[in-house]
């Protein structure tokens, strides 16, 4: 996307490997912090961009745009306030100023829409996925499928209520059963549902996709650091709208494959298989 | 001026005092538009009453992590405190006030009230085109509202009371799936008949003001409100059908077993989200609209000068409105479009920000040069030009689909489209109100009170929305009854705000009986030489009938500026 950046980031990225890979345990926490203002953590190309582009044009023109509106509604209420100025002028054309204030938003928006038309087409145009994932909300929890090559098995993520949680697990948008998938890997997610619309929306990876009934939507991520990544149904979708989390774990290929062999011990043998009985995903 | 003052008392006077109908009859049978605007304006008050006190208790829930509040309400109301009750009353609540406040509050105070008072007193009208249909309108919308207040009281999910599937009626939240009972018929019923009421309504602007200003008065020498009322109302009216016809087919997909938005039939729930904002998306203009041509006249009268670029205000309403219906399915950035549909909604999204800008330039250009002074409806109208300012730029990032993947359906979109209504449209409405509230009543206000009233809801409201956008960015869903602790501190802050803005509601409440109570007569022009419209040179309260004879409005009748009753247009 831009020169500079990407320079930098591959550098960064060089100094990660060095720093960080000696001790796997450097987890990102993908979830909200108190009193914080900004955008979670991203932690796929995709989110990084987005938030460079709003953080470096859209913020700057949003904020500029409204401290110049601001700026002279206190100017101008200042200078021509019918004491300072009691007689107003009769002026009420100025053709040079009404094309310019036409023409610059419009170049504004230009300025706007070249990032913005790039970012779209990276995230709607989906690479080969390493994993494909299928993801089915009911109300109010979601199911996750893995395909046939990765066991086939498939299990329900449940809300956590408050008196299960354990000590550092966050109220609300902690779930039993987190979706995990390795780093550094493309991994595309089919989402459905079974009943009403939800929407399958994690911050830290820049996706956002409705689960409809009779739909199947695609979206994807390649997580390039390990942690634990929370989101929220995002869609109403009745009562227990509010307590539907969706838990991503990006974890290195070793510790999928290791949790791969547990899960499918755990899963295969619950009922929670039902889902996974047709899975749309091919090996 | 003073000959047409006089005309229009000699005329009232020679003709029609001797049968004015009294007590119940008045109001219930009115054909009169002045009548039927003040029904409309308590109503909204009322509305907006209930609509603010439901949003007051969805803050108080949301001050705290945790559910403290709708137990208890619940528990009242129902006599059930279970919390799958109150998780139910809260999706209840907050789809009730959104309907509340965009059907029963801003659009009867911004068409039915400001519109009927004053369209007919600003083109010199004799009263609406289709007086007994302006009736019909109105009373269809107080049946449309006690089918909203059943709802309340009806079967939604099983064992539940109400619908709580958000004002957007979703299928399948809003079909048999999500909402077996009747709770979500009555909602829709109640839509239709506002709908009805609204297209009813919408004829009867257009009728009037094509066909009913007075000589001299052309198209372009109307004042703005006048204007943007005609390009409101020809949004209703290709809007409105639209949503019709999808209630209606989710109507009989609930009852008759149709399958429009059901895909086990065939059907495709996405099918409703287009047909909703292509009435919807129009339906946001439609609550701003009216308001940019009450904040034009009020900048105007306020600044001593007439509006800036009076021609391109026009037509920057023309265009919004057109633009209006282009740019529907940006609501649906998630709901799995295509790239290609996607990249056509950004385009023709971020296009709206160019007359939006003309607008709010334009304005700030009447200020520019002028004697301001800074009276109530002024206060209100430069609120309004900086707030909107803000809720508009926060739309130019909702444009970008790539950054509302984001942002959709969290609290930034909360604040944001706040920010253009709660605030924006709102501001406007108020505006308005203290600007016609001397000319509607014939009694002055306690400007100080309204002072206050204007700089507690200022703070509170923006305390309330604007860290929601800091909630957005971390990620917080709209419309959750409960959320996890590091959202606990700009809750609270936005909770505080709302309890200042409702604090500034009770000022707006004592002010106006402290207006009825006191009786300062305001006299004809409260305003001074600003007030330049047509109304102005009527006494106050206005006489039941005015301008059976048509008022002569002077001037070069090319001249692209506001029409100014018995004076010749400057220049």
Known sequence: MRVSSDAIRAGLAALAVALVAPKAEAQVFGGPKPGEIGFLPPVTEIAENMFWFHNWILLPATIGISLLVLGLIVYIVWRFNETA??????????????????VAPALVLVVIAVPSFRLLAEQLIIPAPDLTIKVTASQWHWNYGYPKSEGGFAFDSLYVEDKDLKPDQPRVITADHEMVVPVGKVIEVDVTSQDVIHSFSVPSFGIKIDAIPG??????????????????CSNICGIDHAFMPINVRVVSQADYEAWLVEAKKQFASLDRVRLAAAPLVNP | MASVTDLSHHDVEAHHEHHLPTGWRRFLYSTNHKDIGTLYLVFAICAGLIGTVLSIIIRAELLEPGMHVFPLISAIMSGDGSL????????????????????????????????????????????????RLNNLSFWLLVASFIL?????????????????????LYPPMSSTVGTPGPAADFVILSMHLAGASSIIGSINFIATIFNMRAPGMTMFRMPLFPWSVLVTAFLLLLALPVLAGALTMLLTDRNFHTTFFEPAGGGDPILFQHLFWFFA??????????????????????????????????????????????????????????LNAQRYFVFATMVIAVPTGVKVFSWLATMWGGSISLRPPMLWAIGFVFVFTVGGVTGVVLANAAIDRYLHDTYYVVAHFHYVMSLGAVFSIFAGFYYWFPKMTGYLYDERLAKWHFW?????????????????FQGMPRRVVDYT???????????????I?????????????????????AGDNPWGPGATTLEWTLPSPPPFHTWETPPHIFGDEDAHAPAIAGQRSPA
């Open chain 2, 485 to 499: 602790e590091a959202y606990a501190f700009w809750n609270m802050v936005s909770s505080i705000g709302a309890f």
């Open chain 2, 84 to 131: 799958d009750a109150a998780k139910n009353m809260y999706n209840v609540f907050f789809s009730s006030h959104a309907i509340i406040m965009i059907f029963f509050m801003v659009m009867p105070a911004m068409m039915g009230g400001f519109g009927n008072w004053m369209v007919p007193l600003l083109i010199g009208a004799p009263d609406m085109a289709f007086p």
């Open chain 2, 501 to 521: 803005g409702g604090a500034g509601t009770l000022i707006f409440v004592y002010l106006l009986y402290d207006a009825f109570k006191a009786k300062r007569l």
């Open chain 1, 215 to 232: 739909r199947l939507n695609k979206t994807w991520f390649k997580a390039d650091q390990i942690g634990m990544f929370y989101g929220q």
């Open chain 2, 148 to 168: 909203l207040m059943c709802s309340l009281f009806a079967e939604g999910s099983p064992g539940m009371r109400g619908f709580g599937g958000g004002w957007v």
């Open chain 2, 281 to 338: 998306h129009p339906e946001v203009y439609i609550l701003i609209i009216p308001g940019f041509g009450m904040v034009s006249q009020v900048v105007a009268t306020f600044s001593k000068k007439p509006i800036f670029g009076y021609v391109g205000m026009v037509y920057a309403m023309l265009a919004i409105a057109f633009l209006g219906f282009a740019v529907w399915a940006h609501h649906m950035f998630t709901t799995g479009m295509s």
């Open chain 1, 85 to 102: 100025n009691p007689v107003p002028s009769r002026r009420t054309h100025n053709g040079l100023l009404e094309f310019a204030w036409t």
């Open chain 2, 456 to 472: 507690v809801s200022f703070v509170g409201i923006n305390l309330a929305f604007f860290p929601q956008h800091f909630l957005g």
